[in-house]
């Protein structure tokens, strides 16, 4: 049963590290959506790219993030410097068309210490 | 600038009994999702409506998507401790890069 994965389950980096999260997609899926979500509150949009092509990047700082979808190879959400307020849990989520469902991978949680 | 609102935020009843969630906004969308939610876990799909008016069932759930494609519910019967978790409902629309999220309903069913 091919998924969407995310990997880590769980990472832990010291202030000032870099944090490099990993999505696969669904098979056959080409629409990669990132979002992050803090205790007690929803699910907040980052970025939205296609193959090779980020579409929205919106709702992502502009400073220290960064995402990617190669050609080959899962999307990668990069926070570089991490500061405390990074903590919180990454979702990634594909869809095989724009706008239509989503389905989300088991996310990361990101702690900052 | 939430698009979606939920009600109620939280929701704590007594197994057997029903309940229903709303999912409420001014704009409208080309679709709309329902997502369980549980601890440490992703959003798992339960089910997507498009059409104005459309009703899905899913077991004890029943989902609605409101005539003008403004808002949804989702009513369970008979809740069981398994219906625990956040429910969340989400929408797409068509000039949209992103599945908008409601706030979240956390519904506890008690044994």
């Known amino acids: 049963n091919a998924g969407v994965m995310q990997n880590p389950r769980h990472l832990v980096r010291r202030r000032g590290q870099e944090a490099r999260l990993r999505c696969s997609p669904m098979k056959g899926h080409s629409h990669v959506y990132w979002y992050r979500q803090l205790p007690e509150e929803g699910l907040k949009f980052m970025v939205y790219l296609q193959k090779e092509n980020i579409i929205d990047e919106s709702g992502m700082p502009k400073e220290r993030f960064s995402a990617e979808f190669p050609k080959e190879g899962p999307s990668i959400l990069r926070i570089q410097q991490v500061v405390r307020g990074d903590s919180a849990a990454y979702f990634c989520?594909?869809?095989?068309?724009?706008?239509?469902?989503?389905?989300f991978g088991q996310g990361t949680r990101l702690t900052v210490v | 600038t939430q698009l979606l609102e939920q009600s109620p935020q939280f929701l704590s009843i007594q197994e057997g009994e029903n309940l229903t969630v709303y999912c409420n906004s001014s704009s409208v969308f080309s679709s709309l999702q329902w997502y369980r939610q549980e601890p440490g876990e992703g959003p798992v799909l339960l089910v997507t409506?498009?059409?104005?008016?459309e009703v899905k069932k899913l077991k004890r759930l029943t989902f609605q998507f409101g005539d003008a494609r403004k808002d949804s519910s989702l009513h369970i019967t008979a809740a069981q401790p398994g219906d625990t978790g956040l429910y969340l409902c989400?929408?797409?629309?068509?000039?949209?890069?992103?599945?908008?999220f409601g706030t979240g309903t956390s519904l506890t069913v008690i044994p």
């Open positions: 409506v498009v059409t104005g008016g």
């Open positions: 989400a929408g797409a629309r068509h000039t949209g890069n992103q599945f908008y």
């Open positions: 989520a594909s869809s095989g068309q724009a706008n239509t469902e989503a389905f």
